[in-house]
């Protein structure tokens, strides 16, 4: 008893899991003060087992959160912080990728397919061809989103037409899909014991099957999918306990058993939310593996005429109002990085790529366009394949790290020029998240191309931080106060625009360019030969 008379107490605490694509993290805040008290992240492995396939194991990802779990609650132990403090655990995941695991095995069917998988692009491609007019927007009226690879209806069609094991699944009535938070709420609450089969209508609204005027799951789509509704899991208020943690006791994580699991929402809501963005018209750029801008606009959904999509912001609790956002996603931000570091190996580590851009501070006329998984926002172009052009004799590996940054930059512009002629108020400067916001260079130049201030909160960890109010809100915990007047003060830094907006504005020219190069590259029709035969 006398080690623990030398705890410190703090309010009540809540902690977050926050599994992105490329990385897994715990994190625990204090409720009264939103600081950061401890975390841990570790990375996920990422596969591509063919050509623009991307997927993930489900039960690395689970393993991950439990290991980041235990080694957070080690380290408050040193920090001589009491565990049970912790009073709520909030989720918030990559959205879209999708899964289909056994209800009485427990047993994932097979590997996550990843929100940035291609593989569906001929089942897209022929889904748009059959609609009136070859319209990708034929569902938009319902889901707010264009027919593309990138949301899971498409991916959970794949896996019941060409994995025999999840066929067989769906037949015997044993198949559950989800995203990654129906499979983490599923797991920790019990699993095949009992697990809550459950999401939130943030990530609901990314599936495709999930009417965001209703806010229920929409048996029209699920019969365009052909998706039987009964695998499809309940879908709840982003703020609402959801069930309790079920850890075994022998885990080191056992301590947090029996904590409310409160908080749901899909990463980039997370972001809007931990931004404090809860009035119409603020808007956040979160740089993660991609990159995206959401702004809200309030109780109604806004249809955009510019290649944004039209999501479900958030929904904290029950009896509250659902609202809504325009998002502009761009597939590829900071797996560019990932790309020249483990592709093309020219740089060991993220911070190797700002020394390098910064030591030459121009491109010299080279454009990166990183269509990896073809174009998302505003273009909506499966087909096409990323691009360097520009090239001549005198470019080198920096001038390449210069304008892998910059593509970040120009996708970022572009989707803020749909936001603002789609809203008719220009955003007057930007609110930045995510992983990349550590990248000063990176900020200026974001500054410099928007011709805007950036502006980035000294806490990077806005998704999570998302999470956790959303979890402490909710009811039934209520230890963190949403109420405008209790939210605490968050201290940024702010980067001004350093170049002239010419300048800016020709080198964007020459973006847009590039742009147009790097389209209608990979079609699924066959190519004649020079002989002429197919």
Same mark, same amino acid.
């Given at each position: 008893?006398?080690?623990?008379?030398?705890?410190?107490?703090?309010?009540p605490?809540?902690?977050?899991?926050?599994? *992105?694509? /490329?990385?897994? $993290?715990?994190?625990v805040?204090? /409720?009264?003060?939103?600081?950061?008290?401890?975390h841990?992240?570790?990375?996920?492995?990422?596969?591509?087992p063919?050509?623009?396939? @991307?997927?993930?194991?489900?039960?690395?990802?689970?393993?991950?959160?439990?290991?980041?779990?235990?080694?957070?609650?080690?380290k408050?132990?040193?920090?001589?912080?009491?565990?049970?403090?912790?009073?709520?655990?909030?989720?918030?995941?990559?959205?879209?990728t999708?899964l289909?695991?056994?209800?009485?095995t427990?047993?994932?069917l097979?590997?996550?397919?990843?929100w940035?998988?291609?593989?569906?692009?001929?089942?897209?491609?022929?889904?748009?061809?059959?609609?009136?007019?070859?319209?990708?927007?034929?569902?938009?009226?319902?889901?707010?989103?264009?027919?593309s690879?990138?949301?899971s209806?498409?991916?959970?069609?794949?896996?019941?037409?060409?994995v025999?094991?999840?066929?067989?699944?769906?037949?015997?009535h $044993?198949?559950?899909?989800?995203?990654?938070?129906?499979?983490?709420?599923?797991?920790?609450?019990?699993?095949?014991?009992? *697990? @809550?089969?459950?999401?939130?209508?943030?990530?609901?609204?990314?599936?495709?099957?999930?009417?965001?005027?209703?806010?229920?799951?929409?048996?029209?789509?699920?019969?365009?999918f052909?998706?039987?509704?009964?695998?499809?899991?309940?879908?709840? &208020?982003?703020?609402?306990?959801y069930?309790?943690?079920?850890?075994?006791?022998?885990?080191?994580s056992?301590?947090? &058993?029996?904590?409310?699991?409160?908080?749901?929402?899909g990463?980039?809501?997370?972001?809007?939310?931990?931004q404090?963005?809860?009035?119409?018209?603020?808007?956040k750029?979160?740089?993660?593996?991609?990159?995206?801008?959401?702004?809200?606009?309030?109780?109604?959904? @806004?249809?955009?005429?510019?290649?944004?999509?039209?999501?479900?912001?958030?929904?904290?609790?029950?009896?509250?109002?659902?609202?809504?956002?325009?998002?502009?996603?761009?597939?590829?931000?900071?797996?560019? @990085?990932?790309?020249?570091?483990?592709?093309?190996?020219?740089?060991?580590?993220?911070?190797?790529?700002e020394?390098l851009?910064?030591?030459?501070?121009?491109s010299? *006329?080279?454009?990166?366009?990183?269509?990896?998984?073809?174009?998302?926002?505003?273009?909506?172009?499966?087909?096409?394949? *990323?691009?360097?052009?520009?090239?001549?004799?005198?470019?080198?590996?920096?001038?390449?790290?210069?304008?892998?940054?910059e593509?970040?930059?120009?996708?970022? $512009?572009?989707?803020?020029?749909?936001?603002?002629?789609?809203?008719?108020?220009?955003?007057?400067?930007?609110?930045?998240?995510?992983?990349?916001?550590?990248n $000063?260079?990176?900020?200026?130049?974001?500054?410099d191309?928007?011709?805007?201030?950036?502006?980035?909160?000294?806490?990077?960890e806005?998704?999570?931080?998302?999470?956790?109010?959303?979890?402490?809100?909710?009811e039934?915990?209520?230890?963190?106060?949403?109420?405008?007047?209790?939210?605490?003060?968050?201290?940024?830094?702010?980067?001004e625009?350093?170049?002239?907006?010419?300048?800016?504005?020709?080198?964007?020219?020459?973006?847009?360019?590039?742009?147009?190069?790097?389209?209608?590259?990979e079609?699924?029709?066959?190519?004649?030969?020079?002989?002429?035969?197919?």
């Amino acid at each position: 008893m006398a080690a623990s008379s030398h705890r410190i107490t703090f309010g009540p605490l809540v902690a977050a899991i926050d599994q *992105g694509t /490329s990385s897994t $993290r715990f994190l625990v805040f204090n /409720s009264k003060t939103a600081e950061l008290l401890s975390h841990h992240q570790v990375e996920i492995k990422q596969s591509f087992p063919k050509e623009g396939w @991307v997927e993930e194991d489900p039960k690395e990802i689970l393993q991950s959160v439990y290991e980041c779990m235990e080694r957070t609650c080690e380290k408050l132990t040193q920090l001589n912080i009491d565990i049970s403090n912790i009073k709520a655990i909030g989720v918030t995941n990559q959205r879209e990728t999708t899964l289909v695991w056994d209800k009485e095995t427990g047993e994932p069917l097979y590997n996550a397919i990843v929100w940035l998988d291609l593989r569906t692009q001929s089942t897209v491609e022929s889904l748009i061809n059959k609609t009136p007019g070859r319209n990708k927007n034929h569902l938009k009226h319902k889901t707010g989103l264009p027919i593309s690879t990138y949301f899971s209806a498409v991916k959970l069609r794949w896996l019941m037409d060409n994995v025999d094991e999840v066929h067989q699944a769906v037949v015997s009535h $044993r198949a559950m899909f989800g995203t990654v938070d129906s499979w983490l709420i599923w797991c920790l609450t019990g699993g095949k014991s009992g *697990g @809550v089969h459950c999401t939130d209508v943030t990530n609901a609204s990314r599936t495709m099957l999930f009417n965001i005027h209703t806010m229920n799951w929409d048996p029209e789509l699920c019969k365009y999918f052909g998706i039987p509704m009964e695998i499809l899991p309940s879908v709840r &208020s982003s703020s609402e306990i959801y069930g309790l943690m079920k850890i075994s006791a022998s885990r080191k994580s056992g301590a947090l &058993s029996g904590i409310p699991i409160s908080g749901c929402l899909g990463d980039q809501s997370a972001a809007l939310v931990g931004q404090m963005c809860f009035q119409d018209g603020q808007a956040k750029n979160t740089y993660g593996t991609g990159c995206f801008l959401l702004r809200n606009t309030g109780a109604k959904p @806004v249809m955009s005429d510019h290649g944004l999509l039209t999501t479900v912001a958030y929904k904290l609790g029950r009896d509250k109002p659902a609202c809504y956002a325009l998002e502009g996603s761009v597939a590829i931000a900071g797996a560019v @990085v990932r790309w020249l570091k483990d592709n093309l190996g020219i740089i060991g580590s993220s911070e190797e790529l700002e020394k390098l851009a910064a030591s030459v501070g121009t491109s010299y *006329g080279c454009y990166f366009v990183p269509a990896f998984s073809g174009l998302y926002a505003p273009y909506w172009e499966p087909s096409a394949r *990323g691009i360097i052009c520009g090239l001549t004799q005198f470019t080198n590996r920096s001038h390449l790290a210069f304008a892998a940054l910059e593509a970040v930059c120009f996708q970022t $512009r572009e989707i803020l020029d749909a936001m603002n002629q789609d809203s008719g108020i220009p955003l007057t400067q930007l609110q930045v998240d995510g992983g990349m916001t550590s990248n $000063r260079l990176l900020m200026q130049l974001q500054a410099d191309i928007l011709c805007i201030p950036v502006v980035k909160p000294s806490m990077p960890e806005t998704t999570a931080l998302g999470a956790a109010m959303a979890a402490g809100a909710a009811e039934g915990v209520s230890v963190w106060s949403l109420n405008p007047e209790d939210l605490s003060e968050v201290t940024s830094e702010k980067f001004e625009p350093q170049i002239n907006p010419e300048e800016s504005e020709f080198r964007y020219a020459r973006w847009k360019k590039a742009v147009e190069k790097s389209k209608n590259w990979e079609t699924t029709q066959p190519v004649a030969n020079g002989n002429g035969d197919n």
